[in-house]
């Protein structure tokens, strides 16, 4: 007698799980593999010459532009997920600790409130505060702290690192807020009824506690910081362009979309490495704390 095969709980799971993951293949995997063959290609103004080679990776590593940009990148990424998560750990913690739990849900909503708007305009907002005659230089000049406008606040690395560490403060105010609140109150009770001061509290208790949320937070800031293409275009001139501007440059200005693409790949690799690393040193932390 014929029976119905039965599908195991493990096999239903699959079948869920496959398209959304087979979707999600098509749309990562398959640009990324077609960037990393192409960065092996050459191209000669319209004409690509499928021809394997290493030309490009050797003229990045012999022209030391690349260098020097991916070397700014890297840095301007640094210092803003540092500047970031200085800022933000603040705000997470008092929304945690001190607001009352019936208005917690109003402070993450004024938190994102940001994103109502375009990046483009939050941008432009920046370079008008930030600007010749901007509102920073014109209200300390009226106040009679500097008789000039500063020059060093536009168009350059600094106004890069202000302006991207305020568009990424929510990504790591929001990580680090649900560590927080994930954290057993009863612990720090414990820790202060053993004789610990708050401040010790915060530094044996609650921060390592919180640290998956300040590492979630350092990697969603560090990563797509250091491929930001608009904010350097607009606000770090010409001292301030990054990696990704020359990728750009490459593949619209140039018409050399394979060597855009290994410049991609190098990023892509650096990146990946720096955020590994991290990820590892803070397991080994983590695990010697324990």
Not at 32 to 51: E, K, N, P
Not at 91 to 100: E, M, N, Q, T
Not at 114 to 137: D, Q
Request: glycine share 6%.
């Amino acid at each position: 007698m014929w029976r119905k095969p039965t599908i195991t709980e493990g096999a239903r799971g699959w079948l869920m799980i496959s398209p959304p993951f087979f979707y999600a293949l098509a749309l990562m995997a398959v640009p990324l593999c077609a960037i990393v063959l192409f960065s092996f290609w050459t191209q000669d103004f319209m004409t690509v010459d499928t021809t394997f080679t290493l030309n490009n990776y050797r003229e990045i590593a012999e022209k030391p532009i690349y260098t020097a940009l991916l070397q700014r990148s890297l840095y301007v990424s640094t210092c803003v997920t540092i500047v970031t998560v200085l800022l933000a750990f603040p705000v997470a913690y008092y929304v945690s600790f001190y607001v009352k739990p019936e208005r917690k849900s109003l402070w993450l909503f004024l938190i994102t409130i940001p994103f109502w708007t375009s990046y483009l305009i939050r941008v432009f907002l920046w370079k008008v505060i930030l600007g010749f005659n901007g509102v920073i230089n014109t209200g300390l000049i009226n106040i009679g702290l500097i008789e000039e406008p500063l020059t060093f606040i536009l168009y350059n690395v600094n106004a890069v690192i202000i302006t991207l560490a305020h568009a990424f403060a929510p990504f790591a105010i929001l990580p680090i807020f649900v560590a927080l609140e994930k954290i057993d109150r009863s612990l720090l009770e414990a820790a202060q009824d053993l004789g610990e001061n708050r401040v010790m509290t915060f530094f044996r208790v609650t921060l390592p506690l919180a640290m998956p949320g300040v590492v979630a937070a350092v990697l969603i800031v560090f990563i797509p910081t250091i491929g930001d293409y608009v904010t350097p275009e607009l606000m770090g001139g010409a001292g301030g362009k990054l990696i990704a501007n020359m990728i750009q440059t490459q593949f619209l200005a140039l018409n050399n979309a394979p060597l855009g693409a290994a410049l991609a790949v190098v990023a892509m690799v650096s990146v990946s490495a720096i955020a590994l690393f991290f990820v590892l040193l803070n397991r080994r932390w983590l695990r010697g704390r324990s």
